[in-house]
């Protein structure tokens, strides 16, 4: 089996944002942010517009030709998307999934959700 940190190591091959930076394109039309948490904890709450892109999916979603295919990234090649899961592991398996299924400019919140919640209101 492999080990967590071997699996976590993912994490140097894609690029990781903090929640504060995160919170600066929170309005900019030219991001998207991405919640790849389950659609039980996304329905409890996200961040700002974010669409809903559950992890154990995303392949469907981004597969060129899938049932599931989602056309956001096909329409907006241009956009950053803003990938977040709940602690940040999710989310930086979902980024390099992204970024090796072909969307260019990927990023992942460290520390998810949890640390968007940590600085939201400041």
């Not at 994490?11 to 659609?39: T, W």
């Not at 056309?71 to 998307?81: A, H, I, L, S, V």
């Not at 299924?101 to 940590?118: L, P």
Request: hydrophobic share 35%; aromatic share 8%.
């Amino acid at each position: 089996m492999k080990k967590f940190n071997d699996l976590m190591s993912v994490s140097s091959e894609i690029e990781n944002i903090s929640a504060s930076d995160a919170k600066k394109k929170l309005n900019d039309p030219n991001v998207q942010f991405i919640d790849v948490r389950d659609k039980e904890s996304f329905s409890k709450g996200t961040i700002g517009n974010a669409i809903h892109l559950e992890r154990g999916l995303l392949e469907f979603y981004l597969a060129d030709g899938s049932p599931l295919e989602n056309d956001t990234f096909k329409k907006n090649p241009d956009k950053e998307y803003v990938v977040f899961c709940g602690l940040g592991g999710q989310g930086t398996l979902a980024t390099k999934t992204m970024k090796e299924m072909g969307v260019k400019n990927v990023k992942n919140i460290s520390g998810g959700i949890a640390e968007w919640d940590k600085i939201k209101d400041k």
